[in-house]
């Protein structure tokens, strides 16, 4: 693996994981992961077709996202992404291969708490108050600042992790959330 | 001489380095009050109790405030370059760090010109940015044995997060060269394990509630931390660290609304039955 080669050499790549290179994509740099968080909520909100997805390996730091894009949706996408002021370092059509991010949630039930786990990152609620009892998991800066902003407010009341974290494991949480939410509300 | 670095969920917090004592419900840092959460504070506060229990002097470390933007772990970084070469610390506990994979290379190579080296122990943040060190969780431990992945997040499905796949996970991870010499692994059962294989695993007291308390892995390195700095023996030490982070558990009387400073409260009394109990 290319991010940490110059720690322990090379490994060839099982490319079984990885998406297939889709030449109609382009994907989006920023200078911060906040920012891909930002610009991934307004773009959606907006209708487009977008995906957080891992960066190739050649402009990988360790804990960053890009957005993957639909090309034909590039000049819509500035102009929005402008406007806001965040707009991306650089738009660049797909050629490689980019990481997947994981999409499998963990349950679990004791009693009356639920438990979600989403990657690396668990979210608990107390069912029967909507309440935020715990976060644990992660290893990003994010995550302790996120869990004192979090924890003992209620699933209404608690600003979403998207609007408040910074890292993969804060964008890990917010999935956490999104399901935890799904699960009161069915 | 035992130093952590790591930082503390809050933008404000400047950077500052020194002996860290436990002070009521909180942490004391010169004239600075540190509460504790999950996180670095956690890992602090429970080697503050490791070492009163031992009788040791309070840990020394370097903290930044940084709530995930980054700007704070980039000037610990530069400051722990500097600082190293300066200090003789035996025991160097790496936390909650963002991943920056330039910053972890001018560390190591600071660290590598170091005598005598001391012993590393990462965690978190530090420990997804070198991915070949200590410690892990169950989840934690599938994105070390996942080769490709950069980050928790991008660990592959069918690379499951389960405790029964633990020694499998152990295994496939030294393969690849991403665990360090030894790895210590939290779960419902936990376990040390080195390039050979499992070499111990310690699984009572449980409580399930554990598994959604926050910080329960940063109280574990916190405990460890200290035993290693007091010249234990790294096996012998994972073991007491194993035994005395479940009973702190289990003395707190753990529901999953159970918070972290509430478990911390009882690791000076736990470390002391663990030493006890030692061999049995």
Redesign the interface.
């Known amino acids: ?1 290319a ?2 080669g ?4 090379n ?1 060839p ?2 490319d079984s ?2 998406r297939d290179v889709r030449t109609d994509r382009g994907f989006l740099v920023f200078d ?3 920012e891909v968080i930002q610009a991934e909520k307004l773009l959606k909100n907006d209708g487009l077709s977008v995906r957080v997805m ?1 960066p190739p390996p050649e402009i ?4 960053d996202l890009v957005i993957e894009f639909p090309l034909i949706d590039g000049l819509r996408i500035l102009r929005t992404l402008e406007a806001a002021g965040i707009p991306p370092l650089k738009a660049v059509p797909v050629t490689g291969l980019l ?6 949630f ?1 349950i ?1 039930h ?1 009693g009356r ?1 639920l ?1 979600v ?1 989403a ?2 990152m ?1 979210l ?1 609620v ?1 069912r029967q108050t909507g309440m935020i ?16 902003s979090m ?1 003992g407010k209620s699933l209404v009341e608690a600003p979403a992790p998207r609007d ?9 949480l917010q999935l956490a959330y999104e399901e935890v939410q799904r699960q009161c509300s069915a | 001489m035992l130093c952590i670095v790591g ?4 933008e404000d917090f400047p950077l500052m380095e020194g002996m860290v004592e436990m002070n009521g419900d909180g942490l004391c840092m010169q004239t600075t009050t540190i509460p504790i ?5 956690a890992l602090i506060a429970a080697a503050a109790m490791s070492a009163r229990a031992l009788g040791r002097p309070a840990p020394f470390a370097c903290l930044v405030g ?5 700007s ?2 980039a000037r610990l970084y530069e400051k722990m370059v500097g600082l190293l070469p300066r200090n003789r610390f035996q025991t160097i506990a790496f936390h ?7 910053w ?2 001018k560390i190591q190579a600071a660290i590598a010109l170091l005598v005598p080296r001391p012993i590393l122990i990462a ?10 060190s200590g410690m892990a ?1 169950v ?2 431990l599938a ?1 070390l044995a996942d ?12 690379i ?2 389960e405790d029964n796949q633990v020694p499998e996970l152990i295994s496939r991870a030294y393969k ?3 665990a360090a010499r030894y790895l210590l692994v939290k779960g419902s059962k936990d376990y040390l394990a080195d390039s050979g294989g499992i070499m111990e695993t310690v699984d009572s007291p449980a409580e ?2 554990m ?6 892995g940063d109280t574990l390195t916190g405990i460890v931390s200290v035993l290693i700095d007091s010249g234990m023996p790294i096996r012998e030490a994972s073991v007491v660290a194993m035994k005395a982070n479940r009973l702190a558990g289990q003395l707190a009387g753990p ?5 972290i400073s509430e478990i911390i409260r009882h690791i000076d009394s736990a470390l002391r039955l663990a030493l006890d109990n030692k061999g049995q």
Request: hydrophobic share 30%; glycine share 16%; charged share 15%.
């Open positions: 693996m991010l940490f110059f720690l322990k050499g490994h790549r099982d994981s990885v911060s992961t906040t891992g990988r730091q360790g804990c990481l997947e991010p994981v999409g499998i963990q679990k004791y708490y438990m786990r990657a690396n668990k608990t107390d009892v715990n976060i644990s998991g992660g290893g990003c800066p994010d995550v302790p600042f996120l869990a004192a924890v408040i974290g910074h890292t993969l494991c804060g964008y890990a | 930082t503390v969920p809050a959460n999950r996180g670095t504070p940084d709530t995930g933007r980054g704070g772990s909650y760090l963002q991943p920056m994979v330039d972890h290379g965690d978190a943040g530090f420990m997804y940015v070198a991915k070949m969780d989840g934690e994105f080769e490709q992945a950069p980050h928790p997040f991008y660990t592959r499905g069918f499951l997060h690849h060269g991403n399930e509630a598994e959604a308390i926050g910080g329960t529901t999953p609304a159970t918070q």
